[in-house]
């Protein structure tokens, strides 16, 4: 079967970047800023700066890491059969956690994000069928900034039966973020069995792991949920201007982050979360939509499965502030070859420029790229069926095949379908109407958030959700 697949790096390109990566983590090493992490990586072995708070990662050591760690999981939804799956070879969007600002999708103009926007995000990302995992995608101005995502956490469960994700703020209101899956799971140990979020370790650029974040995995990964270290580089801004030398800094980061995890707790599973972007030298800018972006996001798939580990790239993104024809250029190129590279993850659907805003328009767009874009990736089959000799013989050559069995037979499963959002009509229909597809995205947007919502909480699992938020409210809020 012709899969259509896409690989920039040779096996001895390969070899070379991880062997790179090697060498900075022994002679460079990384800045740890955590007394407690360092000191389980002295005990393992590793050699330490105690001034400078630097480690040095031998190759022994990295290994270990690498050989022991989980390279499977799945999680799970409220819903127990609306699941993502990670290592398997399996394909799934994320919709963002977060975004600081909100544009509406009528006006296309940006606000301050809120709860009620939260609540829309998640109506939305529940129906559209693509997405796999519900991010916040608001960072609502009218929940304290100390408990955002401990409430959006809360809102997510209870307004969605997929997985869901938010970004935690700190380790003390992740304990109880953490609290509300483990309600929901039906315990602590039941969580752990069953994941139902995972957290990326965000290193800072160069070479630099922060005690908060740090801090947060503690937590998460005490309750056993994945963790995906996610550097994200910027080429000649903090990592080298030359691709190949932000690779290799950027391997060499997710090397020492998955290190770290394991040396925490042996065997815990990681997701490999190669995202490394340019910097435009215009603006001095994170570039979102740069085709420099799906080259690397090609080159770290590659990487990752040259260590065994699934993987999240970041590639449906663009730099424009609204849905134009930039930004479906960008998006789409990027997507199809991530797509074509095997990553397990793409995110975060529903951003508008480099970080600019979250969009429901925009989400509804990703949700209808994925399929498109899926599509490519599946390739098409062969086999004396589908090279389909006896139906060519016979139609000859005056006939059509529209009629033929053959093409009854085949034609669902060989054919991509567009949704109502796609324009194939005739001119003459077409005209009727003359809606473009922002406009029907829109209409659309307006039908999804005024669904009804997910199936409510049982009452006691409601109200034990709503004292956890309660409990955070009073510890964490300064009154």
């Known amino acids: ?243 190949a030398g932000a690779l290799v800094q950027q391997h060499a980061e997710i090397l020492a982050g998955i290190t770290l995890v394991q040396a925490i707790s042996p065997g815990h599973p990681v997701m490999y979360g190669g995202i490394p972007h340019i910097i435009d030298p215009k603006s001095s800018l994170i570039s979102f939509g740069a085709p420099e972006q799906g080259l690397m996001a090609v080159a770290m798939c590659q990487m990752a499965k040259y260590l065994g580990l699934p993987v999240y790239i970041n590639v449906n993104l663009s730099d424009s502030k609204m849905l134009d024809l930039q930004a479906g250029i960008e998006k789409m190129s990027g997507l199809v070859l991530g797509m074509m590279a095997g990553a397990d993850l793409f995110g975060h659907a529903g951003i508008l420029g480099a970080d600019q805003g979250a969009s429901l328009s925009c989400l509804v767009a990703d949700n209808e790229m994925f399929a498109f874009a899926n599509r490519i990736v599946r390739g098409f089959s062969l086999g004396e069926e589908h090279m389909a000799e006896q139906v060519i013989s016979k139609v000859g050559h005056h006939g059509f095949f529209l009629a033929e069995k053959h093409t009854v037979k085949h034609f669902r499963d060989e054919f991509w379908f567009p949704g109502s959002l796609w324009s194939r009509e005739p001119y003459d229909i077409w005209v009727l109407n003359r809606q473009s597809m922002e406009e029907k995205i829109t209409a659309t947007v307006d039908t999804l958030i005024s669904k009804p919502k997910f199936s409510p909480l049982e009452e006691k699992l409601k109200q034990e959700i709503g004292r956890i938020v309660q409990s955070a409210i009073k510890d964490l809020v300064k009154h």
Not at 39 to 60: P, Q, S, T
């Open 1 to 243: 079967m012709p899969e259509p697949k896409i690989h920039l790096l040779s096996n001895e390109d390969i070899k070379q970047i991880h062997a790179s990566a090697l060498r900075i983590l022994q002679t460079i090493g990384v800045m740890i800023q955590h007394p407690k992490i360092r000191a389980i990586m002295v005990d393992l072995g590793a050699k330490v700066d105690h001034e400078r708070e630097i480690i040095y990662l031998g190759d022994a050591l990295i290994e270990r890491a690498l050989k022991q760690c989980g390279k499977q999981y799945i999680l799970y939804g409220r819903d127990a059969d609306k699941i993502a799956r990670f290592g398997y070879g399996e394909q799934n969007l994320l919709s963002s956690p977060g975004q600081y600002a909100w544009i509406d999708h009528r006006t296309n103009l940006r606000r301050d994000s809120l709860t009620a926007d939260l609540h829309a995000a998640a109506w939305t990302g529940e129906h559209l069928e693509n997405i796999s995992i519900v991010g916040a995608m608001a960072l609502p101005e009218d929940i304290p900034a100390s408990v955002r995502d401990v409430v959006s956490t809360a809102e997510l469960v209870t307004n969605c039966g997929k997985p869901t994700r938010c970004f935690p703020v700190s380790r003390r209101s992740s304990r109880y973020v953490l609290e509300i899956y483990s309600a929901l799971a039906g315990g602590k140990q039941a969580l752990r069995q069953y994941p139902m979020t995972e957290v990326y370790l965000d290193p800072i650029s160069p070479l630099k792991f922060p005690e908060n974040g740090l801090d947060i995995i503690l937590e998460f990964i005490e309750y056993g949920q994945p963790v995906c270290v996610t550097p994200m580089v910027m080429a000649a801004g903090t990592a080298p201007a030359t691709l």
